[in-house]
C-alpha cells in the first residue's frame, strides 16, 4: 500500500511515466529467461559421442549381420585370485589387431570389476601432436580419487573354463557369470536370472591410437575439433571408450545424476514423452538451465540403479572424462529390457557391477567403494539463510536481528562472491566489511556461523595480492596446453585456476585458510565452494579447454569431471585442519562433484529458478543425488533467478523445511526476500515450516547418521521403500523422511488447495498434525491449503522430536525429547535415535548416544545399542541432564489406556506419569501423551501404560 | 474485574509476604496470579478449567494450554504467540528496567543481556548480573536519547509552528488573490461585450466585401505552402529517424545472436531482454508508408491545377479555401469560440509534436483576415481571459496548499525541498524533501538521478508496508502512540510492545540500471533535532536505503523506541 502525498501528483504525465516504468519492470523480470543452449554441445556436436552413437546405429541397421571385432584371446587368458585376465583384440581390418589387456575382478559384495585398456598407450609407444606434454597413457587415476579403497576381490571365485567361455561362481550370493570370448560378452546371473549384461549389442568400442594419417581422414572431428570458436588440439588422436550395458526384465533405471529430469530416467532416441539427445555428463555452469532435459549440469555421477520387482542392480562407471549415456528399451512380448549404452571421451574403461540383490544393500555396497556422506554438524541441517548479497556487515547484522525479532530460526547466513575486495578470495571488501571478526563472533553469540565463499579461480591483476604470486611462484595453477599457468576469466577478469590435483597445491590450499591468512574468519566460518566445474567464461561450454593440462601432464579432458571434487576436498580438509587445538567438523557447499565428493561436501542443484516448475523439478533431482550416494543436497528455495511470488515462496519454505540441505538463496538482481519480509500470513506460515524442520532435526540427524555408514539417502523415494510396488517406482514428488516413516509430499501446485498423494501400502497412515487417519494403498487427498504441508506418518514408526524452538540449533542442545509413535494396525512400533555433540569428531570415538525404541503391547522400552555403550560413558554423562519431556501415541488400540497413567521404570526404579488421552473421533485417530516421564534419554527405560 | 484483582492482589500480597515465592520470570506485580488454590492446586489463567498441583508451576513441563504454568522455563515455547497468556519471561533487571524475554530464550545457554542484563534468563551461576554496569550505560544513553528526543519533538513544534505561519500567509494572499480573480472576471464580461458588437458589425462587412476575401485566398494559399513544407521537413526527420531505429535495430539483433550468456554481464543481457521486449511491442519493422509521400505529390498537383483554374475567376467570389479559412466568422459567437479553441488546440498539438512550427513564425496567419478593430477586440478578451485565468489557477494552488495537510499538524510542509547529504563510500548523496534524490561521484563530479518523490508509506518493523493502512487516513498512521508490533521476539517493558512502524518516503523514476529497473529510494525518517542524512546503502541492485533524520517524526514518548534498539546493540559490547 503506497500513498499519495498532497493533491497536486501525479499529473497524467507523470501517470503516463509511471505506467512506462512499471511496464518496464514487469517486461525486464518477465523477459526471456532461458537456457542458451546453443553454448552446449549436443551429441552430434560432441566427436566421440556422434561417432559412438553412429556404431550403435550401425549396429541395428545390420542387424544380425553386425560383425562384432572384440573377442578374447584365448591364449592369453589368467584365471584365478578373483580375477579373469586376458587380452581383449580388437580387429582393425583383416590381420591387424590391436591389444587391449582386460580384467574383471570377482568381488566380495556379488559384484564384478571390468577394466579394459591399451596396451600400446599403456607402453608409451605413442606420438603425441602439436608437441603436446601431455601424458600418453589413458588416464587411470579416477579410481584414486573416487574410490575410498579398493574393492574387497573373493579370492575364493571358482572358475570354469569351458568352450568359448568361462563360467564363474562366487561370493556369499552364490552370483553367476559367464564371460563369452567371440565375441566379447559378459552376462551376470543370479539363481538362473540374468540381471545385467554387457555387450550384449556390441557397441564396446576403444578408439585406439593411430598416428594421424596424411590428407583427408573419414574419423570425424577425430583430430581436431572446434566448437563456439575454441579450437581443441586433440594431441592424442580419438581415444573415446563405449559399451552397451543391458538390464534384461527391467522396466526403470535412475541415476547418473546431476540432471533436470525426472528420477526414472527416460528413453534419449525418441518416442513420445521422451529424449532424443543421451544424458550427458560433463560438469557444466549451465546458465538459466531448463527443467525436464537431459542437459549435463553441473555435477556428474557416473551411478546407475536398475530396479524391477524383486531385484535392485547398479552400475558405475568410473570415468571422468565428458560421458553420455543413452537408455532405450527392448520390448519383446512380455519382456521390457532396458538398455543403455555409455560414451566417454578417453581414459580407460572401468566399469562396476553390483548384483544388488536389493536397494538397500546396493546403497550399502556401492557407498563402501566411494564412502558415504559422513554425519554433518548439526548447524549445517538448519535453516541457511543466503544471498548474493549481503552487503555489508551492518546488513549481515541487521538480518541476523531481523531473524530474532521475527521469531525465525536459523543457524547460517552466507556471504556471496561481493564480500572480497575485488572478487580475490581470502580478501574482505574494506569499504563494507572492515571487521569482519567482530562480525563472526557477534554470530558466534546465537551459536550461529557463517558461510563465505571461495572459488577456485584466482585473481591475476590484485595489487598486494599475496594469494595470486603464491599460486603462481609456486607453480601451483592449471597449465595451458603450452604449459603456461592458464589464464581465463571468471568473475574477477583475468584469473588462474588452483590445481588441486597436486598434493603440493592441496596443502597450500589449506594454509591459505589458517585463521592468521583468512583474516576475520573463526570456527564458525565455513565454505560455499561455486563454480569449480570449473566455470570460465570465455572457455568452450563455459569450462576450460580440454587440452590444458593438470598436475601429473593429465590433460583436462581426462579428469574434467573430477576438478571440482579435488578443490571441493581440498577445502574440507583446510577447515578441519585450521585449528588443531580443537578440529570441528566442516561445512562445504559444493556445486560441482563426482562420486565421491559426498565424502567432503554438500550439494545444491545450482542456479534455479523462481518458478512452480523448478520447485516441482527439485525433489525429483534430489531423489536423483540420494539414488547416486550424495544425499545431502539442497535447491535453492526460492529460486535463483527471478523474484517467486509470495504463495511461491512460502511453497518453497514448506518443501525446503524437507531438503537434506535447506538454504534459501537469490540472485543479485532479485528482490530482498528475508522470510521476515512476506507480509502476513505468509511470514507466519514460513515461520511454522522452519520451526517444523528444526523440531525434527533429532530425526533427520539420526538418519544422516545412518547414511554415513551405509549409505541409504535421506530422502527415500518410494520404491526404495516398497521396492514391489509397481505404482510407486515412477513416483518422484514425494518421498520417505530418512527413517521416520513420515511421507511428504510438496505442494508445487499454484492455488492448490488439495493434494494428492500415494499410499504405498495397506498400513495405517496419519496426518502428521491432526492425526486424520488415511487407510488403504492408493491415491489419497490431502486438504493442502496454503498453511498446510501434506505429510503422514505411517504407522509403526518411532521418531524423535525436540519441540522447543530455540533461535538456532546449537541452542536446543540441551533441550527435552518428544517422542512421537505412530502404531501400525495391531499396535506396535519402532524407531531409532542417534545423537553426538554435533560438532566434533569425538562421535569417532564412541562418544554418542544410539537408541532403539521398541513400542508393542502397550509398553515402549528403548535400549542403548551403541556397539561399545561403555565407551559412550563422558558422552553420556555429558547428557545425563537431557530428558524426555512427553511421548505421544498414535493410533492407539481401545483400551489401551485404563487408568490415565504411565509406568516409568529405569533399572530398577519405577514411578508414574500421568497421561493425557484422546479417544477416536470423526476420522481422527485416538491419542495419548505421556506427560513429563522423567526420564534422561541417555538412559535405557520402559514407559508402560496402565 | 479490576476490583477483584485488586482485591486478589491484596489477598495475595501478606500471603507473598509470609512466603516470598514469586515463581521464576514472574514480575511482583503478577505474582497474585501464582497464589495457589485453597486446596493446593492452581488454574491455569485462561483456562482455568485445566487445574494442576501448585508444586508444578516452572517444572519445565507445560501443561497449560496458555503456557500460564511455565513463566519461568521454556517448556511452552513451542505454544504460538497467540495462545499465550503470559508476556514472557520477567526480568527484573535491578538498575535498569524490567524486561520480558520471549520464552524460547530462557534456559538456551545464551546469557541475552540485551534484555535481561540481570542473566535470570539462564540457570545460577551461568549468566552474572551485568545490570551495575550495562544498566549505567544504558541509563545514560537513554537520558541522552530522551535528551535528543526532546530537542527533536522541540524541533518539530518549530517546524509546526513555521507551517502554522506559512499557512496563515498563505491564506493572507487567499484574501487578495480572490479580489483579483472577481476583478478580473468582470473585465472579462466587459470586453465580452464589446467583442460581441465589433462582431456584429464585422459579419455584415464580411458578407458585402468580398474584396477582402481575396487578402484571405493569398493567406489560405501561403498557408498550405507553409503547411506541406512544414509536413515535408517533418517526414524527411521521420526517414532518417526510421532509418536510424533499423540500424538500431540490426545491432541489436547481432548482440542477442552473438552474446555470451555465461558471462553474466547485466548490460549485455539487460540489453538483449529489452530488444525481446520490443520485439514483441512493436512485432513489425516500423516501415515507411507511401501514403504523406502521395500526398504531398497530389497535393502539389492539385494544387497547381487549382491555382491556374483560380487565376481566372479568383476575384468573383470567396473560393472554398478562403471560406474554410474564414467560415468561422460566418459562425455564431458561442460556436465560434469552441471552434477557435478547438483549431488552436490542434495548432498546438502540431506544434507540439514537431510538425508545425512555432507560433511566432507563422502567428500572421490571421492578421488580415480580420479586421483592426475586430482583432483589437478578440485580442483584449483574450488577454483579460488569460489573466484571468491565470488568477484563477493560481488561487486554486492556493487553496489546494492551504487544504493539504502536510503531517500531522502540518508539519512537514517547511520540509519541501530542503535538501540533506551525506559522503559515502566516494560518492556525495543528496535528498531533497518531496524533491529528488541524486547520487554523485565525489571523484568526477558526475551525477545520477535516484529518482524523485513519488509516495510515501508507513512501514512495520519488518519494513513491510503495513496493510491495516490501508482502510485508514494516513496521518493517523505516524504513530503517536506504542502500537504493539507484529514481532514477537521483541517483547519491551511491561506496559507492551513497542510500536516501531515508520514513515518512509519513497522516490522513484531515477536513471534506469543497466539491468532494466530504474533507481529507485526509500528514505526512512527518524527523530533527530536536525535535518540530515544519516545512513545510505544500497540494499538490493539500484534500490537505495536512505535513514534521514527530520524533527518532523519525533513525538513525546517515542525516546523509548531509540532506547530500546539502542539497547539492542548491546551485543557488540560484549
Known sequence: ?946 | MVAASLLLAALAAPLALAKPSTPRGVSAARAHLYAPNKDGTWSCLTAPHVTIPHKLINDNHCHCPDGSDQPGTAACAHLRQHQLAIPGFYCHNKGWHPRYLPLNRVDDGVCDYDLCCDGSDEPKGKCPDKCAVLGKERLKEEAAARHAQAAGVEARRKLEAEAAKMVQELKAKKGGLEGEVKATEREVERLRGVLATVEEEERERVVQHTESANVLYDLATNKISALRTALKSAVETRDTAVERLQRAEEILRGLKETYNPNFNDEGVKAAVAGYENHLSTYPAPVGIDGTVHDLLEDDDAELQQAAEADGADRRKGPSEVEQLWGFTSYLPPTLQASITTWISAAKDFLVENGVLMRPETTSSSSSGEESAQLKKARESLSTAESVHNAAKKRLSDLETDIATTYGPNDVFRSLKNKCVSKDEAGYTYTLCFWGSATQKSIRDGSSVSLGDFSSFSVLDEAGIESARLAQQGIWQHIPTEATEGQAVGDVGGEEGGDGSDEVVLQYEGGLACWNGPRRSAKVRLVCRSEEGLLEVREAEKCVYEMVVGTGAVCREGSEKREGAREAGKTHDEL
Open chain 1, 1 to 946: 500500500m503506497r500513498l499519495q502525498f498532497g493533491s497536486d501528483r501525479p499529473s497524467g504525465q507523470s501517470l503516463a511515466k509511471l505506467l512506462t516504468s512499471t511496464l518496464l519492470l514487469l517486461t525486464t523480470f518477465d523477459s526471456v529467461v532461458a537456457v542458451k543452449r546453443e553454448n552446449f554441445k549436443t551429441c552430434a556436436q560432441s566427436g566421440f559421442c556422434k561417432r559412438n552413437r553412429a556404431l550403435a546405429d550401425e549396429a541395428v541397421a545390420a542387424g544380425a549381420s553386425w560383425d562384432p571385432s572384440y573377442e578374447i584371446d584365448t591364449k592369453s587368458i589368467r584365471l584365478g585370485e578373483g580375477l579373469f585376465r586376458a587380452n581383449l583384440e580388437k580387429t582393425v581390418e583383416e590381420g591387424v589387431k590391436v591389444e587391449l589387456p582386460i580384467v574383471i575382478s570377482f568381488l566380495q559384495n556379488g559384484g564384478a570389476r571390468v577394466q579394459v585398456d591399451e596396451k600400446r598407450r599403456q607402453e608409451g609407444k605413442i606420438e603425441l601432436r602439436n608437441d603436446s606434454k601431455a601424458r600418453k597413457e589413458r588416464y587411470n587415476e579416477a579410481a584414486k580419487w573416487a574410490l575410498v579403497a579398493d574393492p574387497e576381490i573373493d579370492e575364493q571365485a571358482d572358475f570354469n573354463e569351458k568352450e568359448g567361455k568361462v563360467e564363474v561362481k562366487w561370493s556369499v550370493w552364490q552370483n553367476d557369470a559367464v564371460i563369452e570370448f567371440k565375441p566379447f560378452g559378459v552376462k551376470f546371473s543370479r539363481g538362473g536370472e540374468t540381471h545385467v549384461i554387457l555387450n550384449e549389442r556390441h557397441l564396446l568400442n576403444v578408439e585406439h591410437w593411430r598416428p594421424k594419417p596424411d590428407g583427408d581422414d573419414k574419423c570425424d572431428s577425430c583430430w581436431e575439433e572446434t566448437f563456439g570458436g575454441n579450437t581443441d588440439s586433440k594431441p592424442r588422436g580419438p581415444e573415446s571408450i563405449g559399451m552397451d550395458i543391458t538390464f534384461p526384465g527391467y522396466t526403470h533405471v535412475y541415476g547418473i545424476p546431476e540432471h533436470a529430469s525426472s528420477m526414472k530416467l527416460k528413453e534419449t532416441r525418441g518416442g513420445d514423452g521422451q529424449y532424443t539427445e543421451p544424458y550427458r555428463l560433463y560438469n557444466s555452469d549451465v546458465f538459466e538451465y531448463e527443467t525436464d532435459s537431459p542437459m549435463t549440469l553441473y555435477g556428474s555421477i557416473p551411478f546407475m540403479q536398475a530396479h524391477k520387482k524383486g531385484f535392485t542392480v547398479g552400475v558405475f562407471w568410473l570415468n571422468a572424462a565428458e560421458t553420455w549415456v543413452d537408455v532405450t528399451t527392448r520390448k519383446d512380448k512380455k519382456v521390457t529390457d532396458t538398455q543403455t549404452h555409455w560414451m566417454s571421451e578417453s581414459g580407460i574403461l572401468d566399469l562396476f557391477v553390483f548384483m544388488g540383490p536389493n536397494s538397500q544393500w546396493l546403497y550399502k555396497y556401492y557407498t563402501e567403494l566411494v564412502g558415504t556422506t559422513p554425519i554433518p554438524p548439526m548447524f549445517a541441517l538448519g535453516y541457511h539463510q543466503c544471498r548474493w548479497n549481503y552487503v555489508s556487515q551492518d546488513d549481515v547484522k541487521q538480518v541476523d536481528a531481523m531473524m530474532d525479532k521475527f521469531d525465525i530460526p536459523y543457524d547460517v547466513i552466507w556471504l556471496d562472491i561481493e564480500y572480497t575486495d575485488g572478487k580475490a578470495y581470502f580478501t574482505w571488501d574494506p569499504q563494507t566489511f572492515s571487521d569482519p571478526a567482530s562480525m563472526v563472533s557477534n554470530l558466534d553469540y546465537h551459536k550461529r556461523k557463517l558461510v563465505a565463499i571461495i572459488d577456485p579461480h584466482i585473481k591475476r591483476e590484485q595489487k598486494d595480492y599475496t594469494v595470486v604470486k603464491e599460486l603462481v611462484d609456486k607453480s601451483l595453477a592449471v597449465k595451458n596446453k603450452d604449459g603456461k599457468d592458464y589464464d581465463g576469466w571468471c568473475w574477477p577478469g583475468s584469473s588462474h585456476w588452483v590445481d588441486c590435483f597436486n598434493v603440493k597445491a592441496q596443502d597450500w590450499w589449506k594454509a591459505q585458510f589458517k585463521f592468521d591468512k583468512f583474516k576475520g574468519t573463526a570456527d564458525n566460518v565455513h565454505i560455499w565452494n561455486d563454480m569449480n566445474e570449473p566455470s570460465v567464461f570465455n572457455g568452450p561450454e563455459t569450462t576450460m579447454p580440454k587440452d590444458n593440462i593438470h598436475h601429473g601432464d593429465w590433460e583436462h579432458r581426462d579428469v574434467h569431471n573430477l576438478y571440482g571434487m579435488t578443490f571441493h576436498e581440498a577445502t574440507y580438509a583446510a577447515i578441519k585442519e585450521r585449528n588443531p587445538k580443537k578440529p570441528t567438523r566442516p561445512f562445504v557447499l559444493t556445486r560441482a562433484f563426482f562420486a565421491g565428493s559426498q565424502r567432503t561436501a554438500a550439494m545444491w542443484t545450482g542456479d534455479n529458478e523462481a518458478k512452480w516448475e523448478h520447485l516441482a523439478q527439485a525433489v525429483p533431482m534430489l531423489l536423483s543425488q540420494g539414488i547416486a550416494g550424495m544425499p545431502f543436497a539442497g535447491a535453492d528455495v526460492g529460486g535463483f533467478f527471478g523474484n517467486p511470488s509470495k504463495e511461491l515462496l512460502t511453497r518453497w519454505y514448506q518443501a525446503g523445511a524437507f531438503y537434506p540441505f535447506f538454504r534459501a538463496h537469490a540472485h543479485i538482481d532479485a528482490k530482498r526476500r528475508e522470510p521476515y519480509l512476506v507480509g502476513e500470513p505468509y511470514v507466519s506460515i514460513i515461520r511454522e515450516a522452519i520451526k517444523l524442520r528444526y523440531s525434527l532435526l533429532p530425526a533427520l540427524y539420526t538418519s544422516f547418521h545412518r547414511a554415513s555408514w551405509e549409505g541409504m539417502p535421506i530422502l527415500r523415494p518410494m520404491f526404495l521403500m516398497f521396492p514391489d510396488d509397481e505404482e510407486a517406482l515412477t513416483i518422484d514428488d514425494q518421498f520417505f523422511f530418512g527413517d521416520t516413516g513420515i511421507i511428504v509430499k510438496p505442494v508445487v501446485e499454484e492455488g492448490a488447495t488439495t493434494t494428492k498423494i500415494w499410499i504405498p501400502d495397506d498400513g495405517i497412515y496419519y496426518d502428521y498434525f491432526d492425526y486424520t487417519i488415511q487407510i488403504g494403498q492408493g491415491w489419497g487427498t490431502i486438504n493442502s491449503p496454503i498453511e498446510q504441508i501434506p505429510i503422514l506418518m505411517r504407522g509403526g514408526h518411532i521418531f524423535p522430536r525436540k519441540d522447543r524452538p530455540r533461535r538456532s540449533a546449537e541452542l536446543m542442545k540441551d533441550d527435552p525429547y518428544t517422542i512421537v509413535i505412530a502404531l501400525s494396525r495391531v499396535g506396535a512400533a519402532a524407531g531409532v535415535l542417534y545423537v553426538d555433540d554435533g560438532e566434533t569428531f569425538d562421535y569417532q570415538n564412541g562418544q554418542f548416544l544410539h537408541k532403539s525404541f521398541v513400542y508393542q503391547s502397550n509398553k515402549l522400552t528403548s535400549k542403548i545399542v551403541n556397539n561399545d555403550p561403555a565407551k559412550a560413558k563422558p558422552y553420556l554423562k555429558s547428557i545425563s541432564h537431557v530428558f524426555v519431556e512427553r511421548v505421544i501415541i498414535v493410533g492407539l488400540p481401545e483400551g489401551a489406556v485404563k487408568e490415565k497413567k504411565a509406568k516409568v521404570t529405569v533399572g530398577s526404579k519405577s514411578w508414574e506419569a500421568e497421561i493425557e488421552f484422546y479417544e477416536e473421533h470423526v476420522g481422527r485417530a485416538s491419542f495419548a501423551i505421556v506427560k513429563n516421564p522423567k526420564v534422561p534419554i541417555g538412559e535405557e527405560f520402559e514407559i508402560e501404560l496402565l
